[in-house]
């Protein structure tokens, strides 16, 4: 089966007084139809600056420096602008974290969720209203008539962050980039949200690559993730394997400190996290080495490559050898 | 839940803030953020209080503290009424109970150096003055929270979110408070950085036999904490039990759904849980449902019973408390 998107390699550097900071250090990974892929890691690994590169909104002083990102036969690094927002809304739609800066604040929602099929849809005004209405009522928004005429702020966060879903599945896409989606939510409207999102993208057959720091929203409602740390793809593979038989320590390290429902009180010993400041980094060694536990003379001198544990299952570390597994779970 | 030998013992707190509306500044409305709530924290114990925005979970704290001073209620520090002591009499109790609030880059004083935020509150409360005894109990504070004490010299902004934590409690253990309030302290930081915390606080429990209230949304976070867990809906109490009882088996149709709606990190466990999904929202504290002000939001209503009278706390023996109509 054709993944709906495949990313190739993909860098974004940003040129700051400081040095040049690799967001995204040569990331690749694929999303097939249909399916949830979950892209994981601590605030600053990069995983936003990866889906604002894949939908081509990096700005300076950040720069997409290589990399391929093929969604329907083409490279989107290399298609005109033009072409490039007639794809994003439509074809690619993105919910992001903070949907209340996400709205025009001088707009009412319903005009706002209009314009946007009449861009893309090339529907007349009034049609277009009436299909808004309609979408606000996909999304379990009340008295949606009278509230496709009220503006963000008379809407509650909850509200509005399913009113960005509909604004983003109007144009039925073939990719949801969702970032974050619930962060900024209280945990039970979380819940509402992200069950609306995972109805809703399955009902259009639309793929999603949820972006999260929460390995509890991973479980739930992604089968496989990328793992990212200081910008490159440290693992990749089923949720289920990346819990049980993690072979990146870090992917381990990240399990063991997540404060989890299902962990009862106890105290362990941690890596003096020291969190990924430096983005600036080498490129002689392992981004991890500073860090990690079981780390060898090896990692300081080379940089580890994407080694396949199985066909699903990759890994980037030195300990790891093609076809081979390390256990590193504590 | 009388228990004389509690450290704190909040009774009946209720805290209504006016709304005023008009030239005249009419008052038209109260909030009633806290709402006749009553809890206490023991000895060397964590109390856990769970509860979504607009819960008052922060207002208790703020009149646990005397940060305002409630509307009605008590509030028992070992055995003294808060809110009948003022001025002096009060400051000396502040040196005792200490707060960690949830934002560490707001809450500290951008313009202080690490080592002066650390020791002011030695000063202002007149407690040490000469200058090298102040810097010694600074470097041994830091040294409590694991932070290397070349941070001294250090201004807040040159640390990152955990390390900045991580100064606001040496600010607060450097009195050696009994009771430390703690205001959602892991919610702004990252997974690493909240479980360092999360150990640095059991640690100091452990040395100092300080007692928390640990207030939080996030159920995992308080749960990993806290011996007793409280969970707040809309001003009051609606559910109290051990920690280990109420996450294993909640009783209470809010804390049902709010366990459920925190998925764990185990695909396996995961994908056999039960999910619930509240309709609706938080209704406004301005205009709370009569009767259980679940209500509106609840699988298991009973109409005419829980849309009039307002549930009694019933107590299911072994410290489980609730506030249901189910369980009348």
Redesign the interface.
């Known amino acids: 089966m054709e993944p709906v998107i495949r990313v190739n390699d993909l860098s974004t550097y940003f040129y700051t007084g400081a040095g040049v900071l690799r967001a995204v250090d040569g990331v690749s990974l694929h999303v097939d139809p249909g399916e949830t892929v979950a892209l994981v890691g601590?605030?600053g690994c990069g995983k936003t600056v990866c889906s604002l590169s894949i939908m081509r909104l990096v700005r300076p002083p950040g720069r997409v420096v290589g990399g391929e990102v093929w969604f329907e036969g083409r490279n989107l690094l290399d298609v005109s602008e033009r072409r490039m927002r007639r794809i994003r809304g439509d074809k690619i739609a993105m919910v992001f974290q903070e949907p209340s800066l996400s709205f025009d604040p001088v707009y009412s929602v319903g005009a706002q969720l209009a314009e946007t099929l009449v861009q893309h849809k090339k529907l007349g005004r009034r049609e277009a209203l009436r299909k808004a209405v309609e979408l606000l009522k996909m999304v379990e928004i009340a008295d949606a008539e009278r509230r496709a005429a009220s503006y963000p702020h008379e809407f509650?966060g909850?509200?509005l962050q399913r009113a960005m879903i509909a604004l983003a599945i109007s144009c039925e896409p073939r990719l949801l980039i969702a970032d974050e989606p619930t962060t900024s939510l209280?945990?039970?409207?979380?819940?509402?949200v992200l069950?609306l999102l995972s109805e809703t993208s399955q009902s259009l057959g639309s793929a999603v690559l949820l972006i999260t720091?929460?390995?509890?929203?991973?479980?739930?409602y992604a089968k496989r993730a990328y793992v990212m740390y200081a910008g490159q793809v440290v693992e990749t593979g089923p949720?289920?394997k990346l819990?049980q038989e993690p072979q990146h320590p870090y992917t381990a390290?990240?399990?063991a400190?997540?404060?989890?429902?299902?962990?009862?009180?106890k105290?362990?010993v941690?890596?003096?996290?020291?969190?990924i400041?430096d983005l600036v980094h080498e490129d002689s060694k392992c981004a991890y080495f500073p860090l990690c536990q079981h780390r060898e003379l090896e990692c300081e001198r080379e940089r580890p490559e994407l080694v396949a544990v199985d066909s699903s299952h990759h890994v980037l570390c030195h300990r790891v050898h093609s076809g081979g597994s390390v256990h590193v779970k504590q | 839940m009388s228990n004389n030998s509690a450290l704190l013992h909040v009774q009946d707190l209720r805290m209504y803030y006016p709304v005023y509306k008009g030239v005249l500044r009419k008052k038209v409305a109260e909030v009633k953020a806290v709402d006749g709530v009553s809890l206490q924290v023991g000895k060397g114990e964590t109390l856990g209080l769970v509860g979504?925005?607009g819960s008052g979970k922060s207002t208790v704290a703020k009149c646990v503290v005397r940060l305002v001073a409630p509307t009605a209620g008590r509030v028992l520090f070992d055995g003294t009424d808060l809110c009948q002591v003022d001025g002096e009499r009060l400051r000396q109790y502040r040196k005792h109970i200490q707060m960690i609030f949830q934002d560490p880059y707001t809450s500290l004083d951008p313009l202080m150096k690490v080592g002066d935020i650390v020791v002011e509150p030695l000063l202002v409360l007149g407690i040490l003055r000469d200058r090298k005894q102040l810097k010694a109990e600074a470097e041994r504070a830091l040294e409590l929270v694991?932070l290397n004490p070349n941070k001294l010299g250090r201004y807040p902004h040159e640390l990152?979110g955990?390390q900045r934590q991580r100064v606001a409690i040496a600010r607060a253990i450097v009195l050696k408070p009994h009771l430390i309030i703690c205001d959602e302290p892991?919610s702004a930081l990252?997974?690493?950085?909240?479980?360092?915390i999360?150990?640095i606080l059991?640690?100091l429990q452990e040395q100092f036999s300080l007692s928390y209230l640990f207030i939080s949304?996030?159920?995992?976070?308080v749960?990993?904490?806290?011996d007793r867990i409280a969970v707040m809906y809309l001003g009051g109490l609606v559910e109290l039990a051990e920690?280990?009882e109420l996450?294993a088996h909640p009783l209470h149709p809010y804390t049902q759904?709010?366990?459920?709606?925190?998925?764990?990190?185990?695909?396996?466990?995961?994908?056999s849980r039960q999910?619930i999904?509240?309709p609706g929202?938080?209704p406004s504290p301005l205009n709370p449902p009569p009767g259980c002000k679940f209500n509106p939001r609840c699988n298991y209503r009973k109409p005419g019973t829980c849309d009039r009278e307002e549930p009694r706390e019933i107590d299911l023996g072994s410290g489980h408390f609730v506030r249901c109509h189910q369980y009348a």
């Open positions: 601590e605030s509650s909850g509200m209280d945990v039970t409207i979380q819940a509402q069950e720091h929460n390995f509890g929203i991973v479980s739930r949720v289920h819990y390290d990240l399990w400190s997540v404060l989890d429902l299902d962990r009862p009180k105290t362990r941690l890596p003096s996290g020291k969190g400041s | 979504e925005s694991e990152s955990g892991v990252d997974v690493f950085t909240q479980s360092r999360v150990e059991l640690a949304h996030d159920l995992a976070a749960r990993f904490m806290s920690s280990q996450c759904a709010l366990i459920s709606a925190v998925p764990v990190a185990n695909p396996e466990v995961e994908s999910r999904v509240l929202e938080v």
